[in-house]
Every structure is written in structure tokens, then in C-alpha cells.
Antibody, heavy 117, light 114 residues
Framework: QVQLVESGGGVVQPGGSLRLSCAAS????????MHWVRQAPGKGLEWVAF????????YYADSVKGRFTISRDNSKNTLYLQMNSPRAEDTAVYYC??????????WGQGTLVTVSS | DIVMTQSPDSLAVSLGERATINCKSS????????????LAWYQQRPGQPPKLLIY???TRESGVPDRFSGSGSGTDFTLTINSLQAEDVAVYYC??????????FGQGTKVEIK
């Protein structure tokens, strides 16, 4: 069965950095694109970033472009989100999600990131 | 970017009754070459991650009860929950994947028991 387990969340100061990880199992990780989606406290879902199966293409929401970097290590079945210069408005639960033909078919449980001094 | 707008923001339905959620996209998400609507519905129960319910506007994901159905085409879509059960209490989101990036979601509709 597909499992996605996020980690790396916590409290980070504005302007600091944090790296989130998503460990994947139960499917051939190297064959699928992957997303990061976030949800601010009490708010709706916001897509953050997407990476193709081989890492050849990466796409970002305007709200994080130039500050966040999505990457993957197919040898470790792991997806990453490097968060640089976070702002208070980046406070959210961050989910990784598996892509199937542009559809997000499986989601992890999420990891909470709080940006605060 | 395609803007997704759901209505209502919340609704309360009695157990066993029908719940209807609407979703409107700011432009058509129907791809004429394959006649498919690039529209998905997700369910998010309290304290849980989202779960895929329906894709291509009307195709139920494996394991999703048949009381959930999706309909619509072009810019107007509906998620119907027939015979509401207690476990259906959740926030429901529509999402377009026609014009990506970005993938865009509706604001969510909260379904409660009356």
C-alpha cells in the first residue's frame, strides 16, 4: 500500500531555513511526479510545488517561487522541500502527494511548519 | 490561473438525506480532444489529510462508496452525497488540473450533520 510520511516540520524564524522530507513506499517512486500542498491553520488547500518523476522539471506557486526548492532522491525514495527565507504566511501543514496523470491520488499525513520569532 | 469557486461554504444535512455541493471554474476545464473534464473532488475529514474521491469529474476512486457521485461539464460541477452518513462529515474541495501549473482548489465546503 502507498505510504507517504512527511517529516522535518517545526518552528523556524522568519528569514531562516528548513528542509521538509517525504519518505515514500508501496509504489515505484521513480516513476511518478510528486507535489507539495499546504494548508494554513483553519484555511483551505494551496498547491506549492511539483516535480516530475525524474526531477527534470519543477514548478512552483508564485507565493513561494525563488524561496522554496523542490527536489527528490529516487535512490532514497524521498521527496524534499527546501524552505528558505520563510515568512509568517508560510505557516501551514505541508502535505506531500503522489501524482497520477496530474491528479493527486495519495497524500501523506502532513508536517506542521510554524514561522515565528 | 483558473479560479475555482464552491457553494455553499457550509451545509448541514440530516442523516440519510442528500448533500449537494457546487463548484464553478473561471474557465472551462473540458479538454475537447478527449472530452474529459479535468476536475477532481477531495474529502478532508477532521484532523486528516485530503483523500481523493472523484476524478475526471465523475469517476469514483477505488473504494469510494457509490453514494458519492460527481457530475457536470465545462465550468459547472456538482458533488452529490446520497444518504449522508456520519463518517461523511468533512470539508470537500474541488480542484482543476486542466491548466497547470498552478493546480487550483476551491475554498472548500464544510458538511455537517443537522
Amino acid at each position: 500500500q502507498v505510504q507517504l510520511v512527511e517529516s522535518g516540520g517545526g518552528v523556524v524564524q522568519p528569514g531562516g531555513s528548513l528542509r521538509l522530507s517525504c519518505a515514500a513506499s508501496g509504489f515505484t517512486f521513480s516513476s511518478y511526479g510528486m507535489h507539495w500542498v499546504r494548508q494554513a491553520p483553519g484555511k483551505g488547500l494551496e498547491w506549492v510545488a511539483f516535480i516530475r518523476y525524474d526531477g527534470s522539471n519543477k514548478y512552483y506557486a508564485d507565493s513561494v517561487k525563488g524561496r522554496f526548492t523542490i527536489s527528490r532522491d529516487n535512490s532514497k525514495n524521498t521527496l524534499y522541500l527546501q524552505m528558505n527565507s520563510p515568512r509568517a504566511e508560510d505557516t501551514a501543514v505541508y502535505y506531500c502527494a503522489k501524482d497520477l496523470a496530474l491528479i493527486m491520488d495519495y497524500w501523506g499525513q502532513g508536517t506542521l511548519v510554524t514561522v515565528s520569532s | 490561473d483558473i479560479v475555482m469557486t464552491q457553494s455553499p461554504d457550509s451545509l448541514a444535512v440530516s442523516l440519510g438525506e442528500r448533500a449537494t455541493i457546487n463548484c464553478k471554474s473561471s474557465q472551462s476545464v473540458l479538454y475537447s480532444s478527449n472530452n474529459r473534464n479535468y476536475l477532481a473532488w477531495y474529502q478532508q475529514r477532521p484532523g486528516q489529510p485530503p483523500k481523493l474521491l472523484i476524478y475526471w469529474a465523475s469517476t469514483r476512486e477505488s473504494g469510494v462508496p457509490d453514494r458519492f457521485s460527481g457530475s457536470g461539464s465545462g465550468t459547472d460541477f456538482t458533488l452529490t452525497i446520497n444518504s449522508l452518513q456520519a463518517e461523511d462529515v468533512a470539508v470537500y474541495y474541488c480542484q482543476q488540473y486542466y491548466n497547470t501549473p498552478p493546480w487550483t482548489f476551491g475554498q472548500g465546503t464544510k458538511v455537517e450533520i443537522k
